[in-house]
């Protein structure tokens, strides 16, 4: 997995590449944890994520409820198919903000 991070202001858009597993969800979470307090904003373009386990959609859902909390938007955006039908069988398409 790469994490490529990038700044529009106050505006956080992470690019994740590749695999967000059991491994590397350790590291994403790390990088989201390393800028919390440093955007207003956070988005997650998945445009070249080609999979994504229940140990990344742990991630994404103790992100969001650490946002919340704050006010602060948080968007995944850019989801191949392979990856939404992820998040449609585990109904985590009903709770995450998906564009």
Excluded: C, H, W
């Excluded at 992470?14 to 967000?20: H, P, V």
């Amino acid at each position: 997995m790469d994490i490529t991070k990038s700044y529009n202001e106050k505006e956080l858009t992470l690019s994740i590449e590749g695999r967000i597993d059991t491994i590397t969800s350790k590291d994403l979470d790390k990088e989201i944890n390393d800028e919390l307090g440093n955007f207003d904003s956070l988005i997650m373009d998945f445009t070249d994520l080609e999979y994504i386990s229940s140990a990344g959609l742990r991630v994404l859902i103790a992100t969001q409820k650490k946002l919340k909390a704050d006010d602060v938007p948080f968007v995944i955006k850019n989801i191949n198919e392979a990856v939404g039908e992820i998040f449609r069988m585990s109904g985590f398409d009903k709770i995450l903000d998906i564009q």
